[in-house]
């Protein structure tokens, strides 16, 4: 299995604070790699496909980069509603992996 | 509008079987793949595996091979997982997705809470 590794596990940001969570995998997954996020008590929301297409109706402050091995996540200026645990996921090969998320909370 | 309806939440004991299901609606069941995820309490998202209604094609992640079976049943668009005998480990939400651009899940159901208990 290809494994995803993310970090930080967790962190404390502020309102309109720059948010950059990264995502390692184990072997390359090409660009084949999806974020998603997830608020308690929902399913998860997916925000960026193919490792840096915005999914339709995601805000702009949203976007993805990276190919290969190292990918990131980054929210440009953090809003209220982006306190949320986060998930990267390998779409190159079965199965199809998750990292552990990244849990965004309020400082 | 693509809408993915799961079956509501099951307590179950250890060695029960259990099937819980994902109707779905608004687009050709038979051309997407579908995806199970589970998730523990207060844990992340782990996939479990996907089936291809279209032929029933099913994959499993290993973690989770010969623990559960991903069936399909186009006659009502409805794709199910199920468990022959229930641990207490089974106990956790369950998403099912449906994939877009084959590979992708923009599309999920609520979930279907299971808890096993003696």
């Known amino acids: 299995d290809i494994q995803m590794t993310q970090s930080p596990s967790s962190l404390s940001a502020a309102v309109g604070d720059r948010v950059t969570i990264t995502c390692r995998a184990s072997q390359s997954v090409s660009s084949w790699l999806a974020w998603y996020q997830q608020k308690p008590g929902e399913a998860p929301k997916l925000l960026i496909f193919a490792a840096s297409s915005l999914q339709s109706g995601v805000p702009s402050r949203f976007s993805g980069s990276g190919s290969g091995t190292h990918f990131t996540l980054t929210i440009s200026s953090l809003q209220p509603e982006d306190f949320a645990t986060y998930y990267c996921?390998?779409?190159?090969?079965?199965?199809?992996?998750f990292g552990l998320g990244t849990k965004v909370e309020i400082k | 509008e693509v809408q993915l309806v799961q079956s509501g939440a099951e307590v179950k004991r250890p060695g029960e079987s259990l099937k819980i299901s994902c109707q779905t609606s608004?687009?050709?069941?038979?051309?997407?793949?579908i995806d199970w995820v589970r998730q523990m309490p207060g844990k992340g998202l782990e996939w479990m595996g996907t089936i291809y209604p279209g032929d029933s094609d099913a994959r499993y992640s290993p973690s989770f091979q010969g623990q559960v079976t991903i069936s399909a049943d186009k006659s009502i668009n409805t794709a199910y997982l199920h468990w022959s005998s229930l641990k207490a480990s089974d106990s956790a939400m369950y998403f099912c997705?449906?994939?877009?651009?084959?590979?992708?899940?923009?599309?999920w159901g609520r979930g279907t809470l299971v808890s096993v208990s003696s």
């Open positions: 996921q390998q779409a190159s090969t079965f199965p199809y992996t």
């Open positions: 997705a449906r994939r877009w651009a084959s590979r992708y899940l923009p599309f």
């Open positions: 608004g687009y050709t069941f038979t051309e997407f793949w």
